[in-house]
């Protein structure tokens, strides 16, 4: 690249447990600088710099002329596994105080006798009420006792809090109380941290907004200290322009909004990912993918439905038993819904009490790893046994890096698997390989129909250093033809921070029937959200010009226990035109279910997303054919286990692929980060964006 | 390895697609569900069987009332309609609480599944419906009070909906609409389990699943019986008194340990009663399973050959074993003992993995009256839950569900469908009872009303009378209480409130495990400083200054 180049820079930043990767990018420009450089945990601003600083050598140019930085973390996220935020208060309705801990009185595993429930994140005895109730309507029933605060702030400051959380009971439908305690505290404890409930998520719901609102100031303070730190450092590489955050939406914000809502960042990264995979998908010309993304810790799976990644307001987090949904700290915040679907290569392979294979949950993580990583782990993982079938090589490992221990694969295999089943090394490795996948496909599988749809309709895109060598066997056992194989899914997470469009997303509980549906309250509270999230948004950057505004309604027939989003306009509510509204969610509701019913509905929160330009990257990415070899030539074979038995299988690099080039399965494809597998029946083109296309033959 | 060749990788693999079968084909009816407790507690359970009828996987979304309750809901389906006179398409439907889980509300339905001509499998399922007709109340005298009963009969014949059935069940329930909603869904869940069972067998080469199922029943036959044999052979027994409607009612349970078989027996229970607390052996037998699975091998899939080593009786005619007419609706009321009775016996030789008492058989109100706007009538159940008992290696959690498995609702949520306010949902303290781990704590709930329309309440509670029991050393829990404006009121009974009123709940606390001498003193310092325990509780039981 010439040095000096003139134009918009903009740069991705992911801080990941592992790796950090760094993206550059010139609008316009098809190619992309990519460095991934090890985290550094103590602190990760220093990889950043350190990467930012190489991708700017490499492109020739300085700091001053980046336009914009985009940055996604798991800071939030780690401080709330770890539990390493800072002591937090609660303060909240007289009479409601156990709201952490009660919680929902429901165990998540029912067999279990010795189940842990989430620790709350603030002690019983930081936990204080005051007298004040709203009904709800929002009308004040008891008025707020200001007097009592006083004492609640001289405890604040003997217990040496540093941040309290705000929620009193129906403070979603009026904030007035929230605001009134806030502002008192703030003037009395200037440095002290202030989470509103009705600022931080306005949903129904005292447990969960609680459970938010605590988890927000939990981390509050760290993460501002954060973004000061990074945003000072930035400043010394002689960069002052903006930094954005990437949020568990795939959205991204300016900093100093983000800093205000860290608990809206807990996903931030793994967003992101999903947001590339959306680009990818576009570029390959598919509006419905399922992102299967394997790493070494976790294997994850998320749907793009018609081209927008599947969203929901429920998350959880630092979860007490791993894929036990409801054993963490639930959070009502704008996410992309994942889950997680198995434990990733890591994951450890033993036998049951009823002599089966059996894989994961629990793991051997990245450290000490699996056996043939040689760091002191002796049970046989997914990566051993990917190793022992031909799927991975022990010597082009993450590109030649990383050597791995054939020989300790192969011993762990044969005494904790082999020896009790009384089957051959390879044999079981196959069945832990087989296993894993099954279990992966069931549970996205079901993820698919939870969210009512179809996955055999969608095509997958494997991500992270394990999808590809999964993948064309996990899509087989769950229907699914097609698959999509991007350039760059090694720093996916950064390009889809490169992709996102600067937005925000806010939700107002408003709970009622749809027959005695205020429209004219109803109009105002859209207005006021509308004029909320714009100074949000335009506060990142985005003219006024460029915003759109998407309005919705999260509806439900009376008495049932999901709801879905109705899309609606402004204007629609300010006419009252309350048929339109329940034909909308009618529509809406077939097409999720099929049918619709001839019951009444309710509506439970308004939601805006309010969105600034989006990025031209897809544009570009889209036109970067580069010409290639119509049957490329393997310039290796070596042997792969497929189904029954060893085939001597052609070996590629990425590299040897050009647009227009096609081959058969079975073949082994290597790149620096990852490796396909590409069974018999499996036939693979490359597209003009040079994706790897796979389809089923067979 | 060959393709057709049963080794321990292809047999797990098979396996684990049929427990995936259930799960998706489970998942796609709750999606469709209309029922509150369906969808949100997962009331319901889906199951596959072999030609034999033996069960082999059932939806790992369930609750423990359903446990080995459709296999005998099966059996009594094939002794009325033989396997000659089954055809391709049709779906038999009852609810008898006799055949099925207890109560009028589960309506279970099995569904042969044919490859060509020849029957491979059974699917079956229950789901809760809210609404059977009848008119359910705490004084029913008999079952017939309850609800309609369908018999065994085929809803759907040969693919064709019979419509005598549904004719009955549209002109006898309030909201038809509703529960046909519910059944049609199992239909579409039973079509989608042919499909995948067919696709199944079709791509791993299976004429038929007697030998795959024969693997799955004996392996898990065999790891039961281990797990079982593990423990000290013997007899052991508990006994204890609850609270009953009118007079206080006895569980007497002996566990017999045999080598590798488990028994279980309820002799010396008081008999059925008039009331509507009965449990039937479906019932009883459900959560005695559910009570050994979690003791024994909480790994153990649900299927015909976990269930078979371990036997579990009950004389006819008493509490744990009613016979009809007895009225059966709240069959929880008695049936949520039947746990407490099995760990109270196994206690002694379970100390490392035991659970004292908890606050149960769970609490509810039903609160109906009419909206002072346009809204009409409402009646609104809401649950709350008890402290649970402490366990072998940490503190009871304060206000957790057990045995059974139901969330409490969001009072913001219960406040915008029922005029009222609640003013407190909180920690009692010194409810758990004292031991080396305590208790969990009970919570009081205080509701005020608040609408010009009276609202009636109808309470159905336990351990007034009799609280939770502690384990092996451990003390008990709180009782409950029940009081309107102050006044303790019956802990079964209905009252009508007027605006202004206010009504107290204190659920029960769970019990405590081992002696209070061997409590950690950081423990109790810890409870004071949180207020869970008073000072002057931490004196009187652990003598803590």
């Known amino acids: 690249m010439s040095d000096m180049e003139t134009g918009d820079w903009r740069v991705g930043v992911d801080i990941g447990g592992t790796f950090t990767d760094v993206v550059l990018w010139r609008e316009g420009s098809e190619n992309l600088v990519q460095v991934k450089l090890l985290t550094t945990p103590d602190d990760p601003s220093r990889a950043v710099l350190d990467g930012v600083g190489e991708a700017l050598a490499e492109a020739g140019i300085g700091a001053a ?148 609102t605590v988890a927000n100031a939990y981390v509050h303070p760290i993460f501002r ?59 390959a010309r598919q509006r419905d993918i399922l992102c299967f993304d394997m790493g070494g810790t976790t294997a994850k ?175 087989r056992k769950m229907g699914i033809a097609r698959l999509v194989c991007p350039a760059g899914a090694g720093v996916a997470s950064a390009i889809g921070m490169l992709a996102a469009a600067k937005s925000f997303e806010i939700g107002r509980a408003a709970p009622a029937e749809l027959s005695s549906l205020d429209f004219a309250k109803a109009a105002d509270l859209l207005r006021e959200m509308a004029e909320e999230a714009s100074a949000l948004v335009s506060s990142a950057g985005a003219e006024e010009a460029e915003v759109t ?101 052609p070996v590629y690099k990425r590299a040897d692929f050009g647009t227009g080039s096609r081959i058969t399965g079975p073949a082994i494809i290597e790149e620096n980060e990852s490796t396909l597998v590409l069974p018999a029946g499996f036939q693979l083109s490359v597209d003009a964006a040079l994706n790897l296309i796979l389809e089923t033959t067979s | 390895m060959s393709k057709t060749e049963l080794n321990a990788v292809r047999l797990g693999l098979i396996w684990r697609r049929l427990d995936g079968i259930v799960d998706q084909v489970a998942e796609t009816f709750l999606r469709a569900a209309f029922s509150v407790v369906v969808r949100d507690n997962y009331d319901m359970a889906f ?16 609750i423990p009332s359903f446990m080995g309750t459709l296999p005998r809901t099966l059996d009594a389906v094939l002794e009325k309609f033989p396997v000659s006179q089954l055809n391709p398409g049709d779906v038999i439907i009852s609810n008898n609480a006799w055949i099925g889980t207890g109560h009028l509300n589960d309506i279970s339905m099995v569904h042969p599944i044919f490859r060509g001509d020849e029957l491979v499998a059974f699917a079956a399922s229950t789901a809760h419906t809210v609404d059977i007709g009848g008119a359910p109340s705490p004084s029913a005298k008999d079952c017939f009070e309850e609800g309609l009963c369908i018999p065994i009969c085929k809803i759907v014949v040969a693919g064709q909906d019979n419509p005598v059935v549904l004719d009955f069940l549209t002109e006898n329930l309030r909201q038809p609409a509703e529960t046909l909603g519910d059944i049609r869904a ?56 609850i609270d009953g409607v009118d007079v206080p009612l006895r569980v007497e349970c002996t566990v017999t340990i045999d080598g590798d078989q488990l028994s279980v027996d309820f002799a010396g229970t008081s008999p059925q009663v008039p009331w509507p607390i009965n449990s039937v052996l479906n019932y009883t037998q459900a959560y005695a399973r559910y009570a050994v699975k979690c003791l024994v091998d909480p790994d153990a899939p649900n299927n015909a050959g976990s269930l078979a080593p371990v036997h579990i ?111 407190e949902k909180a920690f009692i303290p010194d409810s758990g009872g004292a031991g080396k781990y305590r208790g969990g704590n009970a919570q009081r709930l205080v509701f005020e009303a608040r609408g010009d329309n009276p609202i009636t309440m109808t309470i159905r509670h336990e351990r007034i009378h009799y609280p939770p029991r502690g384990l092996l050393g451990g003390l008990p829990g709180r009782a409950g209480v029940d009081m309107v404006n102050g006044e303790i009121i019956e802990a079964k009974s209905r009252s009508v409130l007027e605006s202004g009123d206010q009504v107290v709940f204190e659920t029960p606390g769970g019990g405590g495990l081992f002696a209070p001498s061997e409590r950690d003193d950081d423990l109790i310092k810890q409870d004071i400083e949180s207020g869970l325990t008073t000072a002057a509780a931490a004196r009187e039981f652990y003598e803590y200054e």
């Not at chain 1, 322009?241 to 996903?267: C, F, H, M, N, T």
């Not at chain 1, 990415?621 to 497929?642: D, E, N, Y």
């Not at chain 2, 036959?221 to 000290?232: C, G, N, V, W, Y």
């Not at chain 2, 009409?376 to 498995?405: E, I, Q, T, W, Y």
């Open chain 1, 225 to 283: 200290d954060y973004v000061e730190r990074l945003a000072g450092a930035l400043q010394e590489l002689g960069y002052s322009r903006e930094l954005l955050l990437v949020l568990s939406d795939g959205r991204g914000i300016a900093a100093d909004v983000a800093v205000k809502y860290p608990i809206r960042l807990v996903q931030s990264g793994p967003a992101a990912g999903a947001e590339a995979a959306r680009l990818f998908g576009e570029l």
């Open chain 2, 47 to 62: 199951s596959v069987f072999d030609s034999q009828g033996r069960q082999l996987t059932q939806s790992k979304r369930s």
């Open chain 2, 186 to 241: 199992q239909f579409a869940a039973y079509r989608d389990c042919n499909v995948k069972l067919m696709s199944l067998m079709d791509e791993e080469g299976l004429d038929d699943l007697i030998p795959v199922a024969d693997e799955i029943i004996a392996r898990s036959e065999q790891s039961m019986r281990a797990a079982i044999t593990a423990l000290p052979d013997g007899r052991y027994s508990d006994g204890f008194d």
């Open chain 1, 549 to 649: 505004r998407r309005f919705s309604v999260m509806m439900r027939y009376v008495g049932q226990g999901y709801e879905i989003e109705v899309p609606v306009s402004l204007e629609m509510i300010e006419r009252q035109d309350r048929e339109a509204l329940s034909a909308g969610f009618s529509e809406c509701y077939s097409n999720r279910y099929g049918r619709s019913e001839d019951m009444p509905a309710e509506l439970l929160s308004w939601r805006l997303a309010v969105t600034g330009q989006r990025s031209t990257l897809g544009d570009t990415l889209g036109q970067r054919s580069v010409a290639g070899v119509a049957a490329p030539v393997s310039k290796t074979t070596r042997p792969v286990w497929f189904d029954a038995g060893f085939v001597e299988t």
């Open chain 1, 301 to 475: 799976a998320c749907l793009i439905h018609d081209g927008e990644p599947e969203r929901t307001v429920n998350f959880e987090v630092a979860r007490e038993t791993r894929f036990a949904e409801g054993s963490g700290l639930p959070l009502l915040i704008p996410a992309i819904d994942m889950i997680e679907i198995g434990a990733g290569g890591g994951s450890i392979a033993r036998v049951d009490q009823r002599g089966l294979l059996q894989v994961g949950p629990d793991s051997a993580g990245a450290d000490p790893g699996p056996a043939c990583y040689g760091r002191g782990n002796e049970f046989p993982t997914v990566t051993d046994c990917d190793l022992l079938l031909g799927y991975l090589d022990a010597d082009s490992f993450l590109g030649g890096k990383m050597k791995l221990d054939r020989a300790a694969a192969e011993k762990a295999i044969q005494t904790h698997l082999a020896d009790h089943l009384g089957i051959s090394a390879t044999e079981a490795a196959w069945g832990v390989h087989e296993t894993v996948t099954a279990n992966m496909a069931q549970a996205a599988t079901i993820h698919a129909i939870e969210r009512g749809l179809d996955a055999t309709r969608f095509a997958m895109l494997p991500i992270g250093g394990a999808g590809p060598v999964h993948a064309c066997s996990m899509a």
């Open chain 1, 65 to 212: 002329q980046l336009t914009s930085v985009v940055h996604g973390t798991t800071l939030v996220a780690n401080a709330l596994i770890e539990r390493k935020g800072v002591a937090t208060a609660l303060i909240t309705t007289q009479g409601f105080r156990d709201v952490l801990e009660i919680g929902r009185e429901w165990r998540y595993d029912l067999f279990n006798l010795d189940i842990e429930m989430p620790t709350p994140l603030v002690p019983r005895r930081l936990c204080l009420e005051i007298d004040e109730r709203l009904d709800a309507t929002g009308a004040v029933d008891t008025p707020l006792d200001l007097e009592q605060l006083p004492g609640i702030i001289a405890a604040l400051g003997a217990a040496d809090v540093k941040s309290v959380a705000v929620c009193l009971l129906h403070a979603y439908l009026n904030p007035a109380h929230e605001q009134a305690v806030g502002s008192a505290i703030a003037q009395a404890m200037p440095g002290l941290a202030v989470s509103l409930s009705s600022a931080v998520s306005a949903e129904m719901g005292e447990y969960e907004r609680t459970s938010t």
């Open chain 2, 313 to 423: 009786t009950a004389p006819e005619g008493s509490l744990f074993n009613a016979t009809p007419p007895a009225p059966v609706w709240g069959r929880h009321l008695s049936g949520h003992y039947v746990p407490a009775a099995i760990l109270g016996a196994m206690a002694p030789i379970m100390r490392d993995h035991i659970v004292a008492e908890s606050g149960s058989p769970l609490w509810n109100v039903y609160f109906a009256g009419r909206h002072d706007d346009d809204r009409g009538n409402f009646v609104k159940m809401f649950f709350m839950n008890g402290g649970h008992g402490a366990r072998s290696h940490g503190d009871g959690p304060g206000c957790l569900s057990f045995p059974s498995n139901v969330s409490n609702q969001p009072i913001e949520a219960f406040e915008h469908q029922v005029p009222m306010l609640v003013r």
